[in-house]
């Protein structure tokens, strides 16, 4: 079994300024690591995900996340953040192995951004 | 893209009444459809997990007699609250897997706010 741990329900940021969502997994098996952003009152899209090779991610919006192994962490960044970028944003992780692929979240993090 | 469609997008309904909400992938087939149900300010917890042409999956503590799902064709899930209460009221999203040769996608729908009175 997999969970995620997300620290942070909340994290206020000012327009422009850099932020990283946190994000701790735990799982006996190979997993692959997912961002979500959520917007009010719709579905969620995807951010980035990892699922092999090179550490570092990069997803749209100007994100980009790390995956590391020895920390079992997977925190999102991004270096300049928009009043847009407000939203609820879910770390995920699934099974890496063939077969079911349903997803484990996190708890979320609130990205406030104010002017 | 591919694109989930998910309806009703949001309902109201009378307590004791069922309600059926669609989940369509419109340009993939998908053999797999994830169900989730989120309460406010928490994460999306599984409830089942759906493939074409066979029984659901349920999640540990998910009534089955009381939330129907059928994945009767590959482009279509169904889920049905049945005999609707006021703990039932959530937001409930599907979510598509699409195979595009080894590469699996994921693709959720909008949602649909359930409010039971």
């Known amino acids: 079994a997999q969970s995620v741990t997300q620290l942070d329900s909340q994290v206020p940021v000012f327009e422009e300024a850099p932020v990283e969502l946190r994000c701790n997994y735990s799982?006996?098996?190979?997993?692959?690591l997912f961002w979500y952003v959520q917007y009010p009152n719709q579905g969620l899209q995807l951010l980035l995900k990892y699922l092999s090779g090179s550490t570092l991610v990069k997803g749209i919006n100007g994100f980009e996340a790390e995956f590391n192994k020895s920390q079992t962490s997977f925190h999102l960044r991004k270096p300049s953040v928009h009043i847009s970028d407000t939203a609820e944003y879910f770390c995920?992780?699934?099974?890496?192995?063939?077969?079911?692929?349903?997803?484990?979240f996190g708890s979320g993090t609130r990205l406030q951004v104010q002017p | 893209g591919a694109v989930v469609s998910q309806h009703p997008s949001r309902v109201i309904c009378k307590s004791g009444t069922s309600v059926k909400i669609e989940c369509r992938s419109l340009?993939?087939?998908?053999?797999?459809m994830f169900w989730y149900r989120q309460f406010p300010k928490q994460s999306l917890m599984l409830m089942a997990t759906?493939?074409?042409?066979?029984?659901?999956?349920?999640e540990q503590g998910v009534e089955k007699d009381k939330f129907l799902i059928n994945h009767a064709s590959l482009t279509l899930s169904t889920l049905t609250v049945t005999s609707a209460h006021p703990e039932d009221s959530s937001f409930y999203i599907c979510?598509?897997?699409?195979?595009?040769?080894?590469?699996?996608?994921?693709?959720f729908g909008s949602g649909t706010q359930l409010s039971v009175l």
């Open positions: 799982s006996s098996v190979s997993v692959y």
């Open positions: 979510s598509a897997r699409d195979y595009l040769g080894s590469n699996e996608k994921l693709f």
């Open positions: 340009d993939f087939q998908a053999t797999t």
């Open positions: 995920a992780v699934s099974d890496g192995r063939a077969g079911r692929r349903a997803l484990t």
């Open positions: 759906s493939n074409e042409g066979s029984k659901a999956t349920y």
